[in-house]
Every structure is written in structure tokens, then in C-alpha cells.
């Protein structure tokens, strides 16, 4: 049987270069741009996770919150929860929700993005 290796977050946009931007200036992507391809998007990389943005074709976008009434948009796991709310704080990120136990026994912070996302750092704790 075939094994999963990773996945990718998808995120429509209404201005894949202005969304681009942002996550290369205050998140610390590295975007490649594929804009002139059949279906236009950019990669963005940071370390071994990756987003891909596409063209929304003018709509809005929905955050998972607002369509639904609560969840995230995206939740990348990691160890330095801590260290990555400083530098995106240093970079004038705007934090929904700041580093914290939940519920649920994750420690996270949640950011939310240029397009309204809310996007979760975290992970499990014993």
C-alpha cells in the first residue's frame, strides 16, 4: 500500500502577488512564482512546508471561521512555537490568538494573514 509523504495548504487569493508578498515579508516564505503558467499560482517554502497560492478569479475569501463558525485555515506543526510569535510579532504580524495550552492539549499561537486566514503553529504536548 502507498504511503502519504507530505501535503500542501491551497489557498485561493484575490491578489496572488500581494499575498505573495506578505507571506515572503512577514512570514518568512520564499515565493516562486508560476504566473505564467495554464492554472497561474506561486510555491511558497519556508523550511519543508509549502503553500500554494491560486487566482480566487475576484472572490472574496472565506475563512473556515467565518463559513463555519470556528477551525483554522492551516496548522503547521513545530517545537518553536515561542521563538517564530517573536519574529512574526517583530514583523508586525497580527496574532489572533497568542501562545497558549488549549483544550485540546496543543500549544499554539494562531496568526491571522493579508486574506483573513487564520493559521495555527503548534503542537501536541503530553
Known amino acids: 500500500m502507498g504511503k502519504l509523504f507530505s501535503s500542501h495548504c491551497v489557498f485561493p487569493t484575490p491578489d496572488i502577488e500581494k499575498t ?34 491560486t487566482d480566487s478569479n475576484g472572490q472574496e475569501v472565506k475563512p473556515n471561521r467565518v463559513l463555519y463558525g470556528y477551525g483554522y485555515d492551516a496548522y503547521f506543526i513545530t517545537d518553536v512555537q515561542e521563538e517564530l510569535q517573536i519574529e512574526f510579532i517583530e514583523k508586525g504580524v497580527k496574532i489572533a490568538r497568542p501562545l497558549a495550552k488549549t483544550d485540546y492539549h496543543n500549544q499554539e499561537f494562531v496568526i491571522e494573514d493579508i486574506d483573513g486566514r487564520w493559521i495555527g503553529f503548534g503542537c501536541k504536548e503530553e
Open 20 to 53: 505573495a508578498q506578505y507571506y515572503k515579508d512577514k512570514l518568512g516564505f520564499r515565493p516562486v512564482e508560476y504566473l505564467n503558467a495554464a492554472e497561474p499560482h506561486v510555491c511558497l517554502y519556508r523550511d519543508s512546508t509549502e503553500i500554494i497560492l
